[in-house]
């Protein structure tokens, strides 16, 4: 069975994020989204409410998991069985980062490999921050983040 895992902040998701979900679907028998909880990194949503409004995006698509860690990628990899990390390129300006990061995972454990998927050019613009500028100001975010969350992320985002 070849798994995958599509690791990230998802503070909150985006239709970014949800378009490298679907097409890694329909590469991988199982797709696990991994929400990091990161220490360092100041967040808007919990962990749990990312946690749910993933699940709640992605009940459509059964070959595809929702679950959260904290500490390193290839720890969680492994306890998972996976041997594949997906993650998105939009622009350049992500490149330098995510080639860093794959090479030191690689180097952490060699058996994992880092598949980058190319954004949909109509969402290379749009990222988690832009969603919660916009929608703190009481902007339109019905485009960017999927319509089955979008109450939800639009309630928090006012009350923040
Ligand atoms: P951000 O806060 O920048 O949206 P995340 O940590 O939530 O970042 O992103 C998780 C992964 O999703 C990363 O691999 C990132 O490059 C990718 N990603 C984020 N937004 C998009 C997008 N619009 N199109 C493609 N990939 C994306």
Excluded: W
Excluded at 31 to 39: H, M, S, T, Y
Excluded at 121 to 147: A, N, Q, T
């Amino acid at each position: 069975m070849k798994i995958a895992v599509y690791p990230g902040s998802f503070d909150p998701i985006t239709n970014g994020h949800m378009d490298i979900i679907k097409r890694a679907s329909r590469i991988f028998d199982k797709l696990i989204v991994a929400v990091v909880r990161n220490p360092n990194k100041v967040a808007t949503f919990t962990v749990a409410e990312r946690v749910e409004l993933i699940k709640k995006a992605v009940k459509d698509l059964p070959n595809v998991e929702v679950d959260h860690f904290e500490g390193l990628l290839v720890d969680f990899m492994r306890k998972k069985n996976a041997r594949v990390i997906i993650k998105g390129l939009r622009a350049v300006s992500d490149f330098e980062y995510e080639f860093q990061m794959a090479l030191m995972n690689r180097k952490l454990d060699p058996n994992i490999e880092t598949l980058f998927m190319m954004t949909s050019y109509k969402y290379s613009y749009l990222s988690s921050s832009v969603v919660k500028e916009i929608g703190r100001l009481g902007g339109c975010i019905g485009e960017l983040v999927p319509e089955v969350v979008l109450p939800d992320i639009q309630k928090k985002l006012i009350n923040s």
